[in-house]
């Protein structure tokens, strides 16, 4: 499958009120089936926010409480779901964006590797151990979060591992939206492939983020871009033209690793 629907989920969230949260998820879920997606992303700590002072009540394991939630919508509404959560893994908690297939099934958890100490994310989280690349329908697909965007090795290490879209959920303030929207492009345009990132928007806690979720194809132009209110916005892409543009400029042959 090389033609794919896909949904961005651009939601405000209520900080620390992770049943108004999944309602409004619900809803959006609904909605990106109805037009025909196969996939819907929704933005970094989607049913919480950054309410880290109360992470360790807030975080579930994988499979109960929202994760399980997440997985009964997928299969209800026959769409692959990501966006990222608080997950607790015994003593700890990651912020963590589990893959759920439109048959439940968990096709992996990429937990975020880079902590934002900015939002004091060191104190609440661990950080993740490991990038994530799963083979999915449409080809292969790599996941990071928010401020991993600012760390262009890794996109570099899973373009070279063959993905051709990586996927970032994210809560990035309105007052860096530029380099948001700069990022974005760039990670596109020096791996060629297609980067899909959702933001949240609007006033969480005592912060205000930036919206501008938006797809970038491969030759860094946007498919589609929202500006910043709350809203759901859909688009086609073709991951075969990840192909098309590797082979125009063969960025991959010519690198030099030996040499940096």
């Known amino acids: ?42 933005p970094e700590l989607w049913s919480t926010g950054y309410a880290l002072d109360q992470s360790r009540e807030l975080a579930t394991p994988l499979n109960v409480g929202v994760f399980a939630m997440v997985a009964t919508l997928a299969t209800e509404n026959r769409i692959s779901i990501v966006g990222s959560l608080l997950e607790k893994r015994g003593l700890e908690v990651s912020n963590s964006a589990a893959f759920i297939a439109p048959n439940g099934r968990m096709m992996g958890v990429y937990r975020k590797v880079h902590l934002f100490r900015l939002m004091e994310e060191d104190r609440w989280l661990q950080p993740g151990a490991a990038p994530l690349l799963m ?61 899909v990132a959702t933001n949240s928007v609007g006033q969480t806690g005592d912060k205000v983020f930036g919206g501008h979720s938006m797809i970038v194809d491969p030759w860094g132009k946007i498919v589609v871009e929202v500006g910043e209110t709350p809203t759901l916005a859909t688009a086609e892409i073709d991951v075969d033209y990840v192909d098309v543009v590797r082979a125009k400029i063969p960025v991959f042959e010519d690198r030099r690793p030996d040499v940096y």
Not at 22 to 27: I, R
Not at 177 to 185: C, G, K, Y
């Open 1 to 42: 499958m090389a033609k794919l629907i896909i949904s961005l989920a651009q939601m405000n969230i209520a900080l620390g009120d992770v049943r108004k949260n999944s309602k409004t998820a619900e809803e959006m879920v609904v909605e990106a089936a109805k037009r025909g997606s196969h996939l819907i992303v929704f």
């Open 135 to 195: 083979e999915l329908p449409w080809g292969t697909t790599g996941i990071a979060i928010c401020y991993d965007l600012r760390f262009p090795e890794l996109f570099r290490r899973y373009a070279v591992q063959g993905a051709k879209m990586i996927i970032i959920p994210a809560e990035w303030p309105i007052e860096r939206v530029d380099h948001w929207r700069t990022l974005l492009q760039a990670r596109a345009i020096e791996n060629q492939c297609y980067i």
